[in-house]
């Protein structure tokens, strides 16, 4: 069975979970701890140069590390990876996006303004962080009103990786006290993903934990 490197609540490797159970491809799960310093271990760098999750360790010992080289890894040759190479191209434009644009600053806000709770709503750089992940959500919402209600981000007939890649951070975006229900087209999205068979919550069978802080979470082991 392949191996996934992750943290408890990393967005990154949810996506590859998520696509994981949307594939029914099993995965065992390392779950490792920032805190306790497992991604600076010599043995974690050997799998991860840049010393982040995730990583996918194939059955030989080969290992991925990028959500979005780990998506089109395991989507390739099923519908979540399209065959056109105008929506391919049009894929990996939504990926580039979620990598430049969407991903840092969501992921940002939550770290400090709900996981560690280090910093305030207030603060400079936070402030510049809500502004760019509000206009990155304004961007997302445009490009699925004009999708039309049954297309998906980058494609029409079948949800790709850009919905995968995309879904996560946009998901936990109200722990960055980001209040999605002001997007018109992003809450039906999402409600969209979770309604597909093999859809994973990130927390497996805890779904009230998904916007759980770390003390929360922390008592559930
Ligand atoms: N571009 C990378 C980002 C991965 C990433 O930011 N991982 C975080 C967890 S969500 C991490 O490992 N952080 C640990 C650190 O930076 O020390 C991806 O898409 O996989």
Redesign the pocket.
Same mark, same amino acid.
């Given at each position: 069975m392949m191996k996934l490197y992750d943290?408890q609540r !990393? $967005?990154? *490797?949810w996506k590859i979970r998520l696509l994981a159970g949307l594939l029914n491809i099993p995965l065992e799960r390392v779950t490792l701890s +920032?805190k306790r310093g497992d991604?600076d271990d010599p043995e974690f760098l050997k799998r991860s140069p840049l $010393? &982040?999750?995730?990583i996918l360790e194939l059955k030989d010992g080969c290992t991925i $590390?990028? !959500? +979005?080289a780990i998506l089109q890894f395991l989507a390739l040759g099923t519908p979540w990876w399209p065959v056109a190479a105008l929506d391919q191209a049009y894929v990996l434009m939504w990926l580039s996006f979620e990598?430049s644009q969407h &991903?840092h600053p969501l *992921?940002q806000l939550r770290l400090h303004l709900s996981l560690r709770r280090d910093r305030g709503a207030g603060d400079e750089d936070m402030v510049r962080f809500k502004a760019e992940a509000e206009h990155a959500l304004h961007l997302l919402d445009e490009q699925l009103a004009r999708q039309g209600r049954s297309g998906w981000i980058a494609t029409q007939t079948h949800p790709s990786i850009a919905d995968v890649a995309l879904y996560p951070y946009t998901r936990l975006a109200s722990m960055g006290g980001i209040d999605l229900e002001t997007f018109q087209n992003l809450p039906p999205w999402l409600a969209r993903i979770e309604s597909l068979p093999g859809y994973q919550p990130l927390f497996s069978g805890r779904y009230d934990l998904n916007f759980a802080t770390i003390e929360m979470a922390g008592k559930t082991k």
């Open positions: 943290t !990393s $967005g990154n *490797a +920032i991604l $010393g &982040m999750v995730p $590390g990028e !959500s +979005i990598q &991903m *992921a």
